[in-house]
């Protein structure tokens, strides 16, 4: 029986025949390589375009893995090749070197490498899964680098959305740590989601029918409910980049700034595109409509207005979500701008339950959640993980990491305390 290669040996190994099986499949793109290649190659900064032939200097191999050693071992392999320009190392004989990959212990790599289980997948009887490597491995466009580099071409040749970046804040399906799995949400909202992801895969029959009209969504319950946690969570779904405004940082102590700013931010969402653009505390447009006599603040708010009739999921590649706190505020020239109105309600006993679990899911607690699940009503999402948190802060200050019944009394004291000074108990 050979014995395993070292694991840096492995390593070295498993990028050079990335970048030959890669070079010699045009099919495959930059998310077929997972993220220390591209980093060898010098993918990910420019967009998911990548010219081939990919490299690998010896150099970089040096820097990127932190070896020596290894990268001499491979090198006297006779299916590894040195090219004298750059000290480039490739892989000269492709099914040689995969042989002596898979016998030297390679196998369990090539799961979490795409482009090599696209290569294994039809070499031999080897048991490779592509299509599970590619779902698993992180897209590019994921990325904080790749959100940069198209920020930049966005703004190149507009300075007057240079400005606008102040209004936003810019989130990377990667930066974003809520996940949907993780989520508790209602059937009404699951349904919604699956519906605009079909919008997205169909897109182009959408179109072709001028059915326009999808992906604006207007957000509505009261304060901790998950409105938020969803749009953030969608942007991991369905990766896209989120930006997100609040409308009372947009309206300008110079009121002849306000229209300006909510026209650039809609035009850098369209030039961003696909992208979500969330805007919150929606209701601020019918507060200014019912409480503000100034022209100048009527006509940014129609202005807003006028920007959602004009932009759409998918003709424009932007799914537009509106989230309010008080709908009963929203007239109707507010309420017929959107498609889908998704309701976060307060979250009912059982929801509660799958709430508490969840996040006290990596604790330890010998609690009855069950039962506090029903002595919490009217407590919302965020009240709950509020309540976790203390309890577990209770615990830790009596030297224990397990929360215990006294415990979660403390934390629905601090709720129904926290609830009672801003009236809402």
Known sequence: MVPDAAPETLQVMEVLLTAEVFNTTPQLDANDLNPLCRRIFGIG????????PVVVPEAVLRQVLGITGSIEKVK??????????????????????????????GK???????ALSWFFEHFDSV??????????????????PYLDARVSRAIADDESLRSSMELLILSAPEEVEQALPRLVITDVQRRVITKIRAAMEHRDYLISRQILEVGKLLFIGPPGTGKTSLALALSRELHLPLLEVRLSMITSQYLGETSKNIDR????????????????????VAKSRI???????????????????????????VLLIGATNHPQLLDDAAWRRFDEVVEFPLPDEGMRQEILASVTSSLEC????????????????AD???????????????????????DLENGIRLVQGRNHLRGTE
Request: hydrophobic letters at 40%; charged letters at 30%.
């Open 291 to 317: 409480t503000d006599d100034h022209g100048a603040m009527k006509r940014a708010v129609n202005m807003l207005l006028k920007n959602i009739d004009r932009v759409n999921l998918v003709r424009d590649r």
């Open 127 to 144: 048991s490779a899964d592509y299509r599970a490597a590619r779902q698993v491995n992180p897209r590019v466009e994921d990325t904080r």
């Open 384 to 406: 709950l993980r509020v309540l976790v948190r203390e309890a577990l802060l209770s615990a830790l200050v009596r030297g224990d990491r397990c929360i215990g019944e006294a």
């Open 45 to 52: 900064e420019g967009g998911d375009e990548v010219k081939r």
């Open 76 to 105: 006297q392999h006779p299916f590894v090749e040195q090219e004298t320009l750059g000290k480039r190392l490739r892989i000269s004989a492709l099914e040689p070197a995969a042989r002596w990959f898979l016998s030297h212990g």
């Open 265 to 284: 931010i809609f035009l850098f969402a369209r030039k961003l595109a696909p992208c979500i653009l969330f805007i919150d505390e929606f209701d601020f």
């Open 366 to 381: 010998t609690g009855d959640l069950v039962a506090l699940a029903g002595r919490t009503a009217g407590f919302s999402g």
């Open 108 to 114: 369990p790599r090539i799961s979490g490498n795409p």
